[in-house]
């Protein structure tokens, strides 16, 4: 007889007061063809809305609840059976004040609908950052997956183009430069070189390259873009606390500054952090310090643009129902949605990187994670006007692109 017991205390956590053990696939049993778990949901808790390759169904134990599929919502209680069809996006509500809800879930690959379309394809894996040649870890993440995905798509007959954008602008090569010595361009221009050439070598030779710092078309294009978010009120002014680092004379974020993770307590630099992969706002760093002189910042006003995201959330929820995304990616994905004051910061108090070019924020440089978002944009209607944008990333740029 085979027979496996655990305690209340070996349930895992998720948000919102749902607690859960994986039983399916077990160790005891080889191959199991399915997986399966175990939740309890606190009175007044629920599921995160989400929804997945697999098929799963949910056989509910005790309590009661409302079922979620995609539009429709339905009472569920004791007995009940719910089939979850690939993909359908779907959440369970405890409705009791006083009650646990109990449900096992069991789910298991199915077959789903091929959706490549014939649309022309244009492929960026994460731009790569010149301050330091790639080795095999690099290549074998986005760089791998990128030139496998061209490949495949033209063996399809499907027009696929890869491009290279070399992140020049990011606050690592300014690092990396003042450290050599050398001016930041300087800099950027041999990695960027080192690295396509690598990439040649590794027969993944994107099909078109950019340099930022060689590229004054893409900059003046960047600029504009910019410039009309600003002029159609999408970007707001916002003044708040940032890091000053005053032995160094600069504005701390991006690399240049280090601490706890707020969300994790993992060291962390200023913008996400590589641990739990959330969006890092400086300020809230636990015990910051400046990366170059290693003192403690302080705290000024400044005024810079952001893009909030929170009039968003509906839209890009909409947008990741349809995606095959990784399970850890999905729940990353819905956590960022459900914070209200969500903002992706769009300028900075810097010199390196394109200018805002925006009356009253001179000294201000677009941040280069904005400057890669408006870049894939006007990559796109640059070489593949119309066509499909295929990203290439690690999970820990998960919040760039979702
Ligand atoms: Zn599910
Ligand atoms: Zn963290
Ligand atoms: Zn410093």
């Avoid at 602008?169 to 010595?181: C, I, K, M, P, T």
């Avoid at 810097?350 to 400057?371: C, M, N, R, T, Y």
């Amino acid at each position: 007889m085979t027979i496996r017991k655990f305690s209340r205390d070996e349930l895992e956590s998720e948000p919102h007061g749902v607690t859960f053990k994986d039983v399916y696939p077990w160790e005891a049993i080889p191959d199991t063809p399915f997986g399966a778990s175990l939740a309890i949901i606190e009175p007044g808790g629920r599921t995160m809305l989400h929804g997945h390759d697999p098929a799963e169904t949910f056989v509910i134990c005790r309590g009661r609840g409302t079922m979620r599929i995609d539009d429709t919502t339905t009472e569920v209680g004791p007995g009940d059976v719910v089939y979850l069809t690939p993909r359908c996006t779907h959440d369970l509500r405890n409705d009791s004040a006083t009650e646990e809800l109990v449900f096992v879930s069991v789910f298991w690959d199915a077959p789903i609908g091929n959706r490549v379309t014939a649309t022309p394809k244009l492929i960026i894996p994460s731009p790569p950052t010149p301050n330091g040649p790639l080795h095999l870890g690099h290549l074998s993440g986005p760089y791998l997956l990128a030139d496998t995905l061209r490949r495949y798509y033209r063996a399809r007959g499907i027009p696929a183009t890869l491009l290279c954008l070399t992140d020049e602008h990011q606050s690592y090569v300014a690092d990396r430069a003042l450290h050599e010595g050398r001016p930041p361009a300087e800099l950027a221009a041999q990695y960027s070189e080192s690295i396509v050439d690598t990439f040649a070598k590794f027969h993944a030779k994107p099909d078109v390259v950019v340099h930022p710092t060689r590229d004054a078309a893409y900059r003046d294009a960047i600029q504009a873009r910019f410039a009309q978010l600003h002029a159609t009120g999408k970007l707001e002014a916002r003044a708040a606390n940032a890091l000053y680092c005053e032995p160094c004379a600069m504005w701390l974020y991006d690399s240049f500054v280090v601490g706890g993770c707020p969300h994790c307590g993992e060291r962390s630099y200023g913008f996400t952090c590589d641990a739990c992969c959330s969006p890092v706002d400086p300020i809230e760093l636990r015990d910051p310090r400046c990366d170059r002189c290693q003192g403690t910042p302080v705290a000024r006003t400044a005024t810079k643009l952001v893009l909030p995201l929170g009039a968003y959330a509906e839209r890009l929820a909409d947008h990741h129902r349809p995606l095959r995304l990784a399970p850890k990616l999905r729940r990353l994905a819905a956590e960022w949605l459900e914070r209200p004051a969500m903002i992706a910061p769009a300028s900075q108090l810097g010199s390196w990187g394109i200018p805002v070019g925006i009356a009253g924020f001179e000294g201000q440089i677009i941040s280069p994670w904005f400057e890669v978002a408006l870049a894939a944009s006007y990559l796109r209607d640059l070489h593949v006007p119309g066509g499909d944008l295929v990203c290439c990333f690690g999970i820990d740029n998960a919040f760039l692109y979702l």
